[in-house]
C-alpha cells in the first residue's frame, strides 16, 4: 500500500474505527443497554467490517462539532445523518450518498399558524422556529429569512417536542424521519407532522471523512457500491424507514455541487 | 417498564465515569494546588510569576472555555487528548487554581511566630515547612477542600457538554429514549446530592482525625 | 486551521450580543441571590425548628448538585406542573437560588464575626435588641461581606455558559452557534476565553478596592 | 431609701456552666456608694459574678435584689415570676460595666460611643447628649480626641472611653472587670488615675475585679477574697492585704508578690 | 580564647522601619557568661535588638560580632561580603531565643519540640535527643507532661517547655522576650524560678528583657536602660535601681512603680 493507505491500516491495527453520532432515532441511536444503533451506525459498522476493521465505537456529538472534531482528529468518520452540502462538502470528504429525507416540521394540532415552508415562519413576526444548533434546519430557516433570535438552538429531539409542548417555539424542524421517530416515542395527539416542508430539498447524508483521508473513502465507497448493488444495503436501512432506492438515484457530485 | 432497568443501568454507568473524573480530577487539583500555591510563596520571582499566571488565567476563564479549548483547540497544536483526559485535565487545572488560593493563605494563617520559632531553632526553610509550618495549614486547609472537591464533583456535569458519558450525559440519553424528563434528572440530583454527602463525611472525619490532640489550636 | 483575524472582526458583533445577555443574566442573578441568601439566612436563625431544619437541608441539597441539572429541571421539568418560565427567567432564578445558597453563608459569617464583646456593650449600654441590630451589629457586619459577596457574583459570571443549555443566547451560546455555521471553534471559543479573562481582570481590581475599602472594620 | 438598706442583695445565686459549677449558693451583700474590690485566683467566678448583675449571663438558681427590686424576677400579685426583656431593660438602667477589652463600637467614634446610648434609651436630644458627653470626656482627659475613631487610640485612652460611656448613663452601680490588664504596663496608671478620680468624686456604688494589689488597696473600701465561686475572706484592704486570716489568702498574695507585684 | 574578649560586640548598627528609625548608631558588648537585664519604655527597641541577634531581623548598617565571628558578614580573602544562608545557619547554632508567647509547635507534642531542632539541625539520633530532652524537661520540673500536647498545659508549663526546648540546641547565647508578660500572675513565678536556677547554675551569656523589675534586679550582672533605641544609662542592679542617674531613667522607674510593680 501506498502513504495513502496507512489510516485504513491503522484502524485495522487498532481494531476500531471512532465514529461521530448525533443520538437522532432513526438516523442514531443509543440503546437502553448503551448499544450504538441506527441507520447511519449500522450500514458503517457492516462496511468497516467488510475492510477489516472489526467494530466501531461511537462517541455522541452536537451537529456543530462534527466537523471541527473531525478535523480535530477526534473521530475517523461522521455517520450521523449529517446531510451533504456544498460548504460541508468544502470541508471534509464524503462517501457516495447513504441515506436520505426530506424535511419536515412539528407542530401543534390544527397548524395554528398555517406553516408551510421556512418563508411562513420568517413572515410572520411572532412566530419561533426550534432546530439543531449547526444543523440543515438551522441554515434552512435563516437563509429563509427568519431572524437569528426567532431561531432556537435546541440540544436535542426530546427537548424540543418538549418545548413545542409548552408552546416556547411554535414550530420545531427534523428530517421527516426523525420527526416520525419523536412522535412516536411523545404520543401527544395535541401534535401534527408538516411533511415534506415546501421549498426545502431532499437530502442525503455520507460517511464524512476528515480531508487527507481520501483513500479511506475511496475504500468505504467501494464497499457502500458492492453492498448497494447486493441489496444488502436496502435490508439495513429500510427497516428503519429509509429509502433505498432515493440513496441510489442520486451521487455526491450531485448533491455537492447543488446550490 | 422493563426498560427502565437498563435505563438506570445506564445511569449507573454514568455515575462511575462522574466518580472517575471526580477522583482524578481531584488528584490532579491537589498536585496543581500545592504547586502553584508554594509557587506563589516562593523566594524566586519567576516561580512566582508562574503561579500567578497559572491561578489568575484558570480562575478568570471560565471552566467552559477552557474545557472547550483543551477538548478542541489543543489538537491544533498536536495535543490531542481523549474526552476523558481532556475533562480532568480542564477539571483538575480549574479546581486546583482555586485550591492554590487556599494552600497559599493557609500557609500564611500560619503566624509569622511558628516561622521565627524555625529560625531560632535553626531549621531550614525546607525542614521548618515540612515539620512545622505544613502539618498545620494541612489541618486549615482540609475543610476548604471539601469545599473544592464538591464543585469539582458538580463542574463534572459540563462534561456532558464535550460528550463525556456521565451522569448528566446518561440522563440526557436517557430523556432521549424515554420521553420523560422528570425520572431521570431527579434520579440525578438524588445521587449527586449523596456523592457530595459522602466528600464532605470524608473529609469531615479525616480532619477529625487529624485533629486528635491538637484540641484547642484552632479555636 | 490557523488563527484567522478576519473571521474575528466578522464574528465580534454577535460575540457582544452575547456578552450583553451574559451581564444582564449575572447582574439579575446576583440581585436574586442577595435576596435569596438574605432569606435562607434568616430562615436558618429562626427559632422554628422545621423552618430552620427544612431550609437548611434544602440549601444543602442545592450546593451539593450541579447547576446545569437544576437548570435542566427548571426549564423541562416546571413547564409539567404548570410553571412555563422563558429561558432567561429560568436562568435567572437558576443562578439566583443557586449561588443564594452561597450568600447564606456569606451572610451568617458576617454576623457571627461581629464579636460577642459588641453584643455584650450594647446590653451594657441598655440597647433594646432592635437597636442592638440597626446600630451595632448589622453596620460592623456589612462591610466585610461586601467582598465576599462579589466573589461570588464574579463566580456566577464564569458559570452563565451553563445557560446555554437552556436556550439563553449568551455569549457561549452565540460562539458555538458561530462555530456551528462555519465549522470554526479556535477563534470563537478562544474569544470566549479571552472576554472571560478581561472581565475577570477587571473584577479582580475591583475586589482588591473594595477588600481594601471595606474587607476590614479597624478596632 | 434609708443608707442602711444594702442596694445590691445576692441571695443563694448558683450558676453552673455545663457540668462545671462556677457559683453555688452565694450569697453577699454592697452597700450604697461603697467601692469594692474583688480580688481571687483566675477562675475563681469573680467576672462571673459581674457579668450576672450586667445581665450577661443567667443565674440557674437564687435571687439578686438591686436598689429594693428582683433583678431576674418580676413580683406580680405576690408572685415571682421570670423577668422579661422590659423588666430586664428597666433594670438594666440603674447599671453599667466597663470590659477588660473596652468593647468600643469600632464603627462609632469617640462621641458617638459615648452619646449612642443615651440618645437610644433614653431619648436625650443630641445637643444636651453631646454636652453631657464632652463633660465626661474631660473628665477621662479624651475631650480632645472626640472626634478620632477608636481605632486611632492607644489602648489606655480606649479604656477612658469605654468608662465615660459606661457613666454616660448616669447608672447607680458601676462594674469593672480586669480593666488595665489589656493595657502596656505604662498606660496602666492613666487609666488607674481616672479610676481613683471616680471613686473619689462620685457616690456611685462601684465593684472592681482585679489582679492589681496595690490599685485595689487604693480603690476599696472593703476587699473580697474569692475561691472556687466562694467569699473565703472579706475586710477593710489593709487587714486582707496586711494580715490576712485564711490560709488560702495568705498563699495567694505571697504568690502575687513573689511575681513582682506590689501590695 | 581570653576570658576578656566579649562574645558579643555590637558596633555602630543602625535598623529602621519604614522611615521610622529604630537603632541609631547603637553599640554595646557583653562578655562571656554574662546576665544583662534590657529594660526601657515601650517602643525603646529591646525587642528589635534582641530580635537582630537571633537574625529574625536584617540591620541596616554596621557590624555585629558573635564569639568572634562576623554575624551578618563573611570574611572572604579579606573582604567583608553580606552573609549568605549558610553562614547564617552556622552562627545560629550559637544563639537561642525563647519568646513572649512561647511559639511552641501546637502540633507536636513536648517531647518532639524539644528533640525536633538537635535531630534535624544536627543530625542527633533520636534516643539521644530524646535522653537529653528528658534531663532539660526534668530541670525545668515538665519532665512528667513529655507526652502532652501544648494546647494542654497552662501558659507558665508552655514557656518552661519553650526555655527547654531553646536549651536543647546548647547555644553559648540566650535571649530571653519578656518570657513572662503573657502569663497569669500567679504563674509568673513559675518561670521566674527556673531562669533563676539557669541562671545560676549555667555558665551561659543571657540577655533579658522584661518589665519586672524585681525579676530583672535579681537575675542580672548588668542592666542597660534603652530609651529610643539608645543606651541612656547603664550599670549594677542596685546602682540603676536605687541610684538612678538620669533624669529619664527616674522617671521610667517612678512610673512603673506607681502601676504597682515592685522594685
Ligand atoms: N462561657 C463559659 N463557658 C464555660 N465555662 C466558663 C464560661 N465562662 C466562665 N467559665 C468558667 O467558669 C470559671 C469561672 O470563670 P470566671 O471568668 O468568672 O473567673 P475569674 O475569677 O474571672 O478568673 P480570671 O481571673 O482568670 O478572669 C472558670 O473556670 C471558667 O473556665
Ligand atoms: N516589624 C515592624 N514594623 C514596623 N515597626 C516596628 C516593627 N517592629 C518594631 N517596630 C517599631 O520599632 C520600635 C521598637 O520596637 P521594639 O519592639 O523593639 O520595642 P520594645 O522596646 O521591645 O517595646 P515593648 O516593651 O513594647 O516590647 C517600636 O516603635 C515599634 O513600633
Ligand atoms: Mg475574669
Ligand atoms: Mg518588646
Known amino acids: 500500500g501506498s502513504a495513502d493507505d496507512s489510516k485504513l491500516e491503522q484502524l485495522k491495527a487498532q481494531g476500531f474505527a471512532r465514529v461521530a453520532i448525533a443520538n437522532e432515532p432513526p438516523y442514531t441511536a443509543v440503546a437502553a443497554d448503551g448499544k450504538v444503533s441506527g441507520a447511519a451506525p449500522d450500514v458503517a459498522r457492516e462496511i468497516f467490517k467488510r475492510l477489516g476493521v472489526a467494530d466501531i465505537v461511537a462517541s455522541i456529538s452536537e451537529y456543530g462539532a462534527m466537523i471541527p472534531g473531525l478535523q480535530a482528529g477526534r473521530f475517523d468518520v461522521v455517520t450521523a445523518g449529517l446531510f451533504m452540502k456544498p460548504e460541508r462538502c468544502a470541508a471534509v470528504v464524503y462517501s457516495e450518498p447513504v441515506l436520505c429525507d426530506a424535511e419536515a416540521m412539528l407542530v401543534k394540532k390544527g397548524n395554528p399558524k398555517g406553516f408551510k415552508s421556512y418563508e411562513d415562519v420568517a413572515k410572520d413576526t411572532t412566530a419561533t422556529i426550534g432546530a439543531p444548533g449547526g444543523g440543515t434546519e438551522e441554515k434552512l430557516a435563516l437563509n429563509a429569512g427568519v431572524p437569528r433570535e426567532r431561531v432556537i438552538v435546541v440540544p436535542d429531539g426530546q427537548s424540543g417536542v418538549k418545548m413545542l409542548q409548552d408552546g416556547r417555539i411554535d414550530a420545531y424542524s427534523l428530517p421527516v424521519l426523525s420527526i416520525n421517530d419523536l412522535v412516536k416515542k411523545a404520543a401527544d395527539p395535541n401534535l401534527e407532522v408538516i411533511a415534506p416542508v415546501q421549498g426545502a430539498p431532499v437530502y442525503c447524508d455520507g460517511a464524512a471523512f476528515k480531508k487527507g483521508d481520501e483513500a479511506l473513502r475511496d475504500a468505504f465507497d467501494v464497499e457502500l457500491a458492492k453492498m448497494k448493488k447486493s441489496g444488502e444495503f436496502a435490508k439495513i436501512i429500510e427497516p428503519y424507514g429509509f429509502s433505498a432506492a432515493a440513496a441510489m438515484s442520486t451521487t455526491r457530485d450531485k448533491l455537492c455541487a447543488a446550490k | 417498564m422493563t426498560q427502565w432497568s437498563g435505563y438506570f443501568g445506564l445511569i449507573l454507568q454514568g455515575a462511575l465515569v462522574t466518580i472517575e473524573l471526580t477522583l482524578m480530577g481531584s488528584v490532579l487539583a491537589l498536585f496543581m494546588a500545592f504547586l502553584a500555591g508554594m509557587g506563589r510563596l516562593s523566594r524566586f520571582f519567576v516561580l512566582r510569576a508562574l503561579a500567578t499566571a497559572y491561578i489568575e488565567f484558570f480562575r478568570g476563564?471560565?471552566?467552559?472555555?477552557?474545557?472547550?479549548?483543551?477538548?478542541?483547540?489543543?489538537?491544533?497544536?498536536?495535543?490531542?487528548?481523549?474526552?476523558?483526559?481532556?475533562?480532568?485535565?480542564?477539571?483538575?487545572?480549574?479546581?486546583?487554581?482555586?485550591?492554590?488560593?487556599?494552600?497559599?493563605?493557609?500557609?500564611?494563617?500560619?503566624?509569622?511566630?511558628?516561622?521565627?520559632?524555625?529560625?531560632?531553632?535553626?531549621?531550614?526553610?525546607?525542614?521548618?515547612?515540612?515539620?512545622?509550618?505544613?502539618?498545620?495549614?494541612?489541618?486549615?486547609?482540609?475543610?476548604?477542600?471539601?469545599?473544592?472537591?464538591?464543585?469539582?464533583?458538580?463542574?463534572?456535569?459540563?462534561?456532558?457538554?464535550?460528550?463525556?458519558?456521565?451522569?448528566?450525559?446518561?440522563?440526557?440519553?436517557?430523556?432521549?429514549?424515554?420521553?420523560?424528563?422528570?425520572?431521570?434528572?431527579?434520579?440525578?440530583?438524588?445521587?449527586?446530592?449523596?456523592?457530595?454527602?459522602?466528600?464532605?463525611?470524608?473529609?469531615?472525619?479525616?480532619?477529625?482525625?487529624?485533629?486528635?490532640g491538637l484540641d484547642g489550636v484552632r479555636a | 486551521m490557523e488563527w484567522d483575524w478576519n473571521f474575528v472582526w466578522e464574528i465580534m458583533p454577535t460575540l457582544i450580543q452575547g456578552v450583553k445577555i451574559t451581564i444582564l443574566a449575572?447582574?439579575?442573578?446576583?440581585?436574586?441571590?442577595?435576596?435569596?441568601?438574605?432569606?435562607?439566612?434568616?430562615?436558618?436563625?429562626?427559632?422554628?425548628?422545621?423552618?430552620?431544619?427544612?431550609?437548611?437541608?434544602?440549601?444543602?441539597?442545592?450546593?451539593?448538585?450541579?447547576?446545569?441539572?437544576?437548570?435542566?429541571?427548571?426549564?423541562?421539568?416546571?413547564?409539567?406542573?404548570?410553571?412555563?418560565?422563558?429561558?432567561?427567567?429560568?436562568?435567572?432564578?437558576?443562578?439566583?437560588?443557586?449561588?443564594?445558597?452561597?450568600?447564606?453563608?456569606?451572610?451568617?459569617?458576617?454576623?457571627?464575626?461581629?464579636?460577642?464583646?459588641?453584643?455584650?456593650?450594647?446590653?451594657?449600654?441598655?440597647?433594646?435588641?432592635?437597636?442592638?441590630?440597626?446600630?451595632?451589629?448589622?453596620?460592623?457586619?456589612?462591610?466585610?461581606?461586601?467582598?465576599?459577596?462579589?466573589?461570588?457574583?464574579?463566580?456566577?459570571?464564569?458559570?452563565?455558559?451553563?445557560?446555554?443549555?437552556?436556550?439563553?443566547?449568551?455569549?457561549?451560546?452565540?460562539?458555538k452557534s458561530v462555530a456551528n455555521t462555519y465549522y470554526r471553534y479556535i477563534e470563537p471559543i478562544t474569544l470566549v476565553g479571552a472576554f472571560f479573562l478581561v472581565i475577570s481582570l477587571f473584577s479582580v481590581v475591583l475586589l482588591r478596592w473594595l477588600e481594601r475599602h471595606y474587607g476590614k472594620i479597624e478596632r | 431609701m434609708s443608707a442602711s438598706a444594702p442596694i445590691i442583695k445576692i441571695d443563694g445565686i448558683s450558676k453552673s456552666f455545663g457540668s462545671f459549677k462556677v457559683l453555688d449558693g452565694l450569697s453577699m451583700q454592697v452597700m450604697p456608694g461603697e467601692k469594692l474590690a474583688l480580688i481571687g485566683p483566675s477562675g475563681s467566678g469573680k467576672t462571673t459574678i459581674l457579668r450576672i448583675l450586667m445581665t450577661l449571663e443567667r443565674i440557674d438558681g437564687g435571687h439578686i435584689q438591686i436598689d429594693g427590686e428582683q433583678l431576674y424576677h418580676m413580683e406580680r400579685n405576690g408572685q415571682l415570676l421570670p423577668a422579661d426583656e422590659r423588666h430586664l431593660t428597666r433594670m438594666r438602667q440603674k447599671i453599667g460595666m466597663v470590659f477588660q477589652l473596652f468593647n468600643l463600637f469600632p464603627h462609632k467614634c469617640v462621641m458617638d460611643n459615648v452619646t449612642l446610648a443615651p440618645m437610644l434609651t433614653k431619648g436625650t436630644p443630641r445637643a444636651a447628649a453631646e454636652k453631657r458627653a464632652m463633660e465626661l470626656l474631660e473628665m477621662v482627659g479624651m475631650a480632645d480626641k472626640a472626634k478620632n475613631m477608636p481605632a486611632q487610640l492607644s489602648g489606655g485612652q480606649k479604656q477612658r472611653v469605654a468608662i465615660a460611656r459606661a457613666l454616660a448613663l448616669s447608672p447607680k452601680i458601676m462594674l469593672f472587670d480586669e480593666v488595665t490588664s489589656a493595657l502596656d504596663p505604662e498606660l496602666v496608671e492613666e487609666v488607674?488615675?481616672?479610676?481613683?478620680?471616680?471613686?473619689?468624686?462620685?457616690?456611685?456604688?462601684?465593684?472592681?475585679?482585679?489582679?492589681?494589689?496595690?490599685?485595689?488597696?487604693?480603690?476599696?473600701?472593703?476587699?473580697?477574697?474569692?475561691?472556687?465561686?466562694?467569699?473565703?475572706?472579706?475586710?477593710?484592704?489593709?487587714?486582707?492585704?496586711?494580715?490576712?486570716?485564711?490560709?488560702?489568702?495568705?498563699?495567694f498574695l505571697k504568690k502575687i508578690i513573689a511575681a513582682g507585684h506590689r501590695v
Open chain 4, 192 to 251: 488607674m488615675n481616672v479610676m481613683r478620680k471616680l471613686a473619689a468624686e462620685t457616690d456611685m456604688t462601684m465593684l472592681l475585679v482585679t489582679h492589681e494589689m496595690g490599685f485595689a488597696h487604693d480603690f476599696a473600701d472593703r476587699v473580697l477574697f474569692f475561691d472556687r465561686g466562694k467569699i473565703v475572706e472579706e475586710g477593710k484592704p489593709d487587714e486582707i492585704f496586711r494580715h490576712p486570716k485564711q490560709e488560702r489568702t495568705q498563699g
Open chain 3, 26 to 175: 449575572t447582574l439579575l442573578g446576583s440581585v436574586l441571590a442577595a435576596i435569596v441568601g438574605l432569606g435562607i439566612a434568616l430562615a436558618r436563625r429562626s427559632p422554628n425548628r422545621a423552618l430552620s431544619r427544612t431550609v437548611g437541608f434544602l440549601a444543602e441539597f442545592i450546593r451539593g448538585t450541579p447547576l446545569l441539572v437544576q437548570l435542566y429541571f427548571i426549564f423541562y421539568v416546571l413547564p409539567d406542573i404548570g410553571i412555563l418560565l422563558p429561558p432567561l427567567v429560568a436562568g435567572v432564578i437558576g443562578l439566583g437560588l443557586h449561588y443564594g445558597t452561597y450568600t447564606a453563608e456569606v451572610y451568617r459569617a458576617g454576623i457571627d464575626n461581629v464579636p460577642r464583646g459588641q453584643w455584650e456593650a450594647a446590653k451594657a449600654c441598655n440597647l433594646s435588641a432592635r437597636q442592638t441590630w440597626t446600630h451595632i451589629i448589622i453596620p460592623q457586619a456589612i462591610p466585610p461581606m461586601i467582598p465576599a459577596l462579589a466573589n461570588y457574583f464574579i463566580a456566577m459570571f464564569k458559570e452563565t455558559p451553563l445557560l446555554s443549555a437552556i436556550t439563553v443566547l449568551e455569549l457561549m451560546n452565540q460562539a
Open chain 2, 61 to 212: 476563564t471560565s471552566i467552559f472555555v477552557q474545557l472547550f479549548w483543551a477538548y478542541f483547540v489543543l489538537p491544533f497544536i498536536g495535543i490531542s487528548l481523549t474526552p476523558l483526559q481532556a475533562g480532568v485535565l480542564a477539571l483538575g487545572l480549574n479546581v486546583g487554581a482555586y485550591a492554590a488560593e487556599v494552600v497559599r493563605g493557609a500557609i500564611q494563617s500560619i503566624g509569622r511566630e511558628q516561622y521565627e520559632a524555625c529560625t531560632a531553632l535553626n531549621l531550614g526553610r525546607w525542614q521548618g515547612m515540612r515539620h512545622v509550618i505544613l502539618p498545620q495549614a494541612l489541618l486549615v486547609m482540609l475543610p476548604t477542600f471539601g469545599n473544592n472537591a464538591i464543585e469539582l464533583l458538580k463542574a463534572t456535569a459540563v462534561v456532558s457538554l464535550i460528550s463525556l458519558t456521565d451522569l448528566t450525559f446518561q440522563a440526557q440519553v436517557v430523556r432521549s429514549q424515554t420521553g420523560n424528563t422528570l425520572v431521570p434528572f431527579a434520579t440525578i440530583l438524588i445521587i449527586y446530592f449523596v456523592l457530595a454527602l459522602l466528600i464532605s463525611w470524608g473529609v469531615r472525619s479525616l480532619e477529625r482525625r487529624m485533629a486528635r
